[in-house]
């Protein structure tokens, strides 16, 4: 236990100083700012429950699309329809409905480029251009022109009367726009190959914005940072181009036999009962098949079910692969992966399927079942972005790069398509949870191939992530992790978003909690919060209440602020000046975050004690005193002995070789 001052006082008169290690280092911590009670904005109530779970009054609304395209692959234009089905799951009478319209982003009065580049000429071919709106509430509604407004990437449309609670409107939009190179930030585009364009398409049709009862209507403007929010409902869609071509698509193809070979079929056949990856479309057939052009147009269906989002691609180069996936409880699904042949020229992409293959089985048996009847990588020329059961990825990856591409990507599937935090404002609950299942997914795959995860998304210089994380939170300016995904620079995303989020929650994991505390924790809040909207209150609560610890000072020090972690050893006092009636081990901490104290200590008769000190232990104050039931002296204390922490500073961590010192 901490010693009282006055106990202290008293007791340390019958101590002899043997090792005093005198620190100049002034400490700046401060236990009321750390502790500091209230920690959360408002208590539980019937929506949101106090234990971070949904509540019995819990409410989202849904969105329901029918999408319907045409691709004009000479002109690169997109031609639509989208008809909405919106119910107002609220309690609220909405005289007014928001969308997103993300692809005008690339309009030249978007507030993107009015930031970037100030006055420049609009394009007209840039952006949505809206054809024709209609709305229609309730059952019977008759179809009416509504008064609406676009402005930057939203479109606000007032109805003809309020949609009541628990109502429906249907909304029949009809646009057209043209696809760019590297359009919606760079998360769609084309790029030519050998056999042909491959097209990779994304943001394509107007979404609904979500109504939730923390933030009403969520209408942060697309930057280019945090990506999107959205509801879930089911998504049926056709996408109509020349024939030859094949589309990749989310969710389940509904038309096999319109728009693929027999030879395709039989072979598709093949690969949902085989774990070997099979090809559908060899590089040879490419090749072979490549320039001779077809006649006429197909039109691929596919239908996804509770979903936020759908996106594909299409190319006539594509090399196509696939193979068995196996879920929990006996249940499949399919790993597909398309891919110009020149991806094929190498061994990378020839195992792309196996990666997402591998992938999915470990999340699902770690965290979640998949729930989805297909996943898919496309391998083109968008670098790396997730979508519902289907992800872009860079053709040219290849070996671990590619891993690592492939298994966070199809990652997201779980954050944030399953559990539908709001990118745009938390993007550190999609893009660190996500970095932070991979780690354990590489240390599982092909028994550690690829292990340890070393990359740009968790210790970028493939050295320690407790040392390397030290320069992000020692970066003045850098913003805590729960800013919004649009306050930080280019230079800092990777580093706290992604980086200082899964190493927080693998300190979480591995030290505070330990993995049977945390994992039980973790599943608990996916499985609550899948297919809804959580917050960041909510998973701080989640984890709190299933792992029945007060986590305040974690999530305060470590997401919503930058604190540095400096504990140091001070000195050593022995009992009676005898080492065999124990010794008494002194400690500080210097800096304002507040972490356990892995501890070792050896002796000079060999006996070694290791333990690990609770973050408790500087709720009091900045220096904690402590027994060791030691039977000679003190060879070496050392602080953090495995570098497990956040340390700035590890010269002051030990005492090691200090006991050669006469007292």
């Not at 779970?53 to 699309?65: I, K």
């Not at 480029?113 to 709106?133: D, I, R």
């Not at 509504?146 to 628990?166: E, G, H, I, N």
């Amino acid at each position: 236990m901490k010693l009282s001052p006055l106990f202290r006082n008293a007791v340390l008169t019958s101590f002899s100083c043997f090792l005093v290690h005198a620190l100049p280092a002034q400490s700046v911590y401060d236990p009321q700012a750390a502790f500091a009670p209230l920690f959360y904005p408002a208590q539980g109530n019937s929506i949101r429950s106090a234990d971070g779970l949904p509540g019995p009054g819990y409410w989202q609304n849904r969105a329901d699309y029918k999408v319907t395209a045409t691709l004009d692959t000479a002109s690169k234009m997109i031609e639509g329809k989208v008809i909405i089905t919106y119910t107002n799951n609220s309690p609220d009478a909405l005289p007014f409905v928001w969308l997103q319209m993300d692809q005008n982003i690339s309009r030249g009065d978007s507030r993107t480029n009015a930031m970037n580049f100030p006055g420049q000429p609009e394009k007209e071919e840039n952006g949505f251009f809206l054809e024709s709106v209609f709305v229609a509430t309730g059952p019977e509604g008759r179809q009416e022109k509504p008064d609406y407004t676009v402005q930057d990437t939203r479109m606000q449309v007032w109805l003809p009367q309020p949609l009541a609670a628990k109502q429906t409107l249907t909304m029949q939009i009809a646009y057209h726009y043209h696809l760019d190179a590297s359009g919606s930030g760079g998360r769609s585009g084309y790029m030519d190959t050998r056999n042909g364009r491959i097209f990779e398409v994304s943001y394509w049709y107007p979404r609904m914005c979500v109504y939730d009862n923390l933030q009403g209507w969520n209408t942060l403007p697309f930057l280019g940072g945090g990506e999107f929010y959205l509801d879930y409902g089911n998504i049926d869609y056709a996408i109509t181009l020349p024939a030859g071509m094949i589309v990749a698509g989310s969710g389940a193809l509904q038309n096999p036999r319109e728009v693929l070979t027999a030879t395709q079929l039989k072979r598709l056949e093949e690969a949902k009962s085989s774990d070997r990856t099979v090809m559908i479309r060899t590089a040879a057939e490419a090749d072979r098949e490549a320039g001779k052009g077809t006649h006429g147009q197909h039109t691929w269906r596919f239908r996804m079910e509770n979903t936020r989002d759908v996106a594909w691609a299409a190319s006539s180069a594509f090399v196509w692969d696939a193979a068995r996936i196996n879920l929990p409880d006996h249940r499949t699904a399919l790993a597909m992966s398309v891919y110009p042949a020149e991806s094929a020229d190498t061994s990378s992409w020839g195992r792309a399927t196996e990666y997402l293959k591998h992938s999915v089985e470990i999340f699902s048996r770690q965290w979640y079942v998949y729930p989805y009847p297909v996943a898919i990588n496309v391998g083109g020329p968008v670098g790396g972005m997730e979508y519902p059961g289907i992800t872009f990825d860079y053709w040219k990856a290849g070996g671990k790069s590619l891993w690592a591409l492939l298994s966070h990507e199809i990652g997201h599937n779980w954050f944030p398509m399953l559990v539908g935090s709001n990118e745009r404002r938390a993007a550190w609950m999609d893009e660190g949870f996500n970095t932070f299942i991979d780690i354990y997914a590489q240390e599982e795959f092909n028994k550690g191939e690829y292990a340890p995860k070393r990359d740009g998304e968790y210790a970028p210089h493939g050295g320690n992530p407790a040392e390397e994380i030290i320069p992000v939170i020692s970066k003045p300016g850098t913003p805590p992790i729960v800013a919004t995904a649009d306050a930080f620079k280019d230079e800092d995303v990777h580093p706290v978003e992604y980086f200082k989020t899964a190493f927080g929650l693998v300190l979480l994991r591995e030290v505070i909690l330990g993995p049977q505390r945390f994992d039980k924790a973790f599943r608990n809040y996916i499985q609550a919060w899948a297919f809804k909207h959580p917050s960041p209150y909510d998973f701080f609560h989640a984890m709190e209440n299933a792992a029945g610890e007060d986590l305040c000072w974690f999530w305060r020090g470590w997401f919503l602020h930058n604190w540095k972690l400096d504990q140091a050893f001070e000195n050593i006092r022995y009992v009676n000046n005898d080492p065999s009636q124990g010794s008494m081990v002194s400690i500080r901490n210097l800096e304002q975050m507040a972490m356990p104290v892995p501890v070792k200590i050896v002796e000079d008769n060999g006996n070694i004690h290791k333990f690990t000190l609770p973050a408790e232990v500087w709720q009091q104050g900045d220096e904690w005193t402590f027994h060791v039931n030691s039977t000679s002296r003190l060879d070496s204390v050392v602080l953090d002995p495995d570098h497990l922490l956040p340390d700035i500073d590890r010269n002051n961590n030990s005492n090691a070789g200090m006991s050669s010192r006469k007292p």
